[in-house]
């Protein structure tokens, strides 16, 4: 399924709020259907990558490219018709809306996908997440902290995705619930598709267990990047202090 071609490429990218350098010249690559870790320490500059990809950042240099388009000439909106996702720090839901609601607006406002095409999305997202189908006419604000997780991830991905950048899943979350959230990363043949994944965390040892391949980030600077199999948790957290 994996495949050696470049979905997403980042060039000499910085990111800079004012004064505050947060990443700096960081080169990365995400193929087709690959699961990618950015790992790194409070402050290490992860959110401001992701976001400098989804258009969110503060002052972007560099290139972000998706294929062959510059994601950061257009508009923001255009990096989420592009097929871009992203389900930022802290489980962006709309607590006032029902879960249906929630997944329902999450397709509809999406150009990639058509109205026709909405049902049988709802149906496959409630098939991989049962919880979901069982709370739908919830509001999603009265859910548990990892079923907002999954309605999370489950509105990113109900825009059919081709890349989808994940910003600290585990955060908060007791180890049971963050398992069944990463199970979501570990069935390929799942609800993911071909989707790419482009992964956020502190806890390295979760983000190995599902990637291909991680950047260890330190200050805004990779320190080091390579196969998630060369990577144990204990020199993650090593090279965290470096820098
Ligand atoms: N909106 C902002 N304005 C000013 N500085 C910011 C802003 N967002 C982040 N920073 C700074 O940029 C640096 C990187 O922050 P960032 O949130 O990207 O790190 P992170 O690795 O995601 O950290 P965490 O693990 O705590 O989520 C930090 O020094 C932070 O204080
Ligand atoms: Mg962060």
């Known amino acids: 399924m994996r495949t050696s071609a470049a979905l997403l490429t980042l060039e000499n990218l910085s990111v800079r709020y004012g004064e505050v350098r947060a990443v700096e010249a960081v080169d990365l690559t995400v193929g087709v259907g ?22 969110e950042a503060g002052h972007v240099d560099g290139r972000v ?3 062959d388009v510059d994601l950061l000439k257009g ?9 871009v996702a992203h389900v930022m720090e802290g489980r962006r839901v709309i607590p006032t809306l029902s879960v249906i609601d929630n997944l329902l607006l999450a397709a509809n406002a999406s ?6 095409s909405v049902p049988g999305a709802l149906e496959e ?9 069982e709370r739908q006419s919830q509001a999603a604000g009265l859910l548990s902290g990892g079923e907002q997780q999954m309605l999370a991830i489950g509105r990113a991905l109900m825009a059919k995705p081709d890349l ?3 910003d600290e899943p585990s955060m908060g979350l007791a180890p049971i619930m963050i398992e069944e959230i990463y199970d979501i990363l570990r069935a390929r043949d799942g ?14 040892a979760v983000a190995l267990s599902v990637s291909d391949r991680a950047y260890v980030l330190s ?21 965290y202090l470096q820098g």
Request: charged share 20%; with cysteine; glycine share 12%.
């Open 34 to 55: 690959e699961v990618v870790s950015i790992l790194g320490a409070n402050g290490a500059g992860k959110s401001s990558l992701l976001r400098a990809i989804s258009g």
């Open 65 to 67: 490219s998706l294929r």
């Open 75 to 83: 508009p923001r909106y255009g990096v989420a018709r592009r097929g």
């Open 111 to 116: 150009r990639r996908v058509s109205r026709g």
């Open 125 to 133: 997202m409630y098939a991989y997440f049962p919880r979901l189908r």
């Open 164 to 166: 989808l950048l994940l």
């Open 191 to 204: 609800i993911l598709g071909e989707c790419s994944v482009l992964l956020a965390e502190q806890s390295a």
């Open 219 to 239: 200050r805004g600077s990779v320190v080091f990047e390579g196969q998630a199999s060369e990577l144990d948790a204990g020199r993650v957290a090593a090279a």
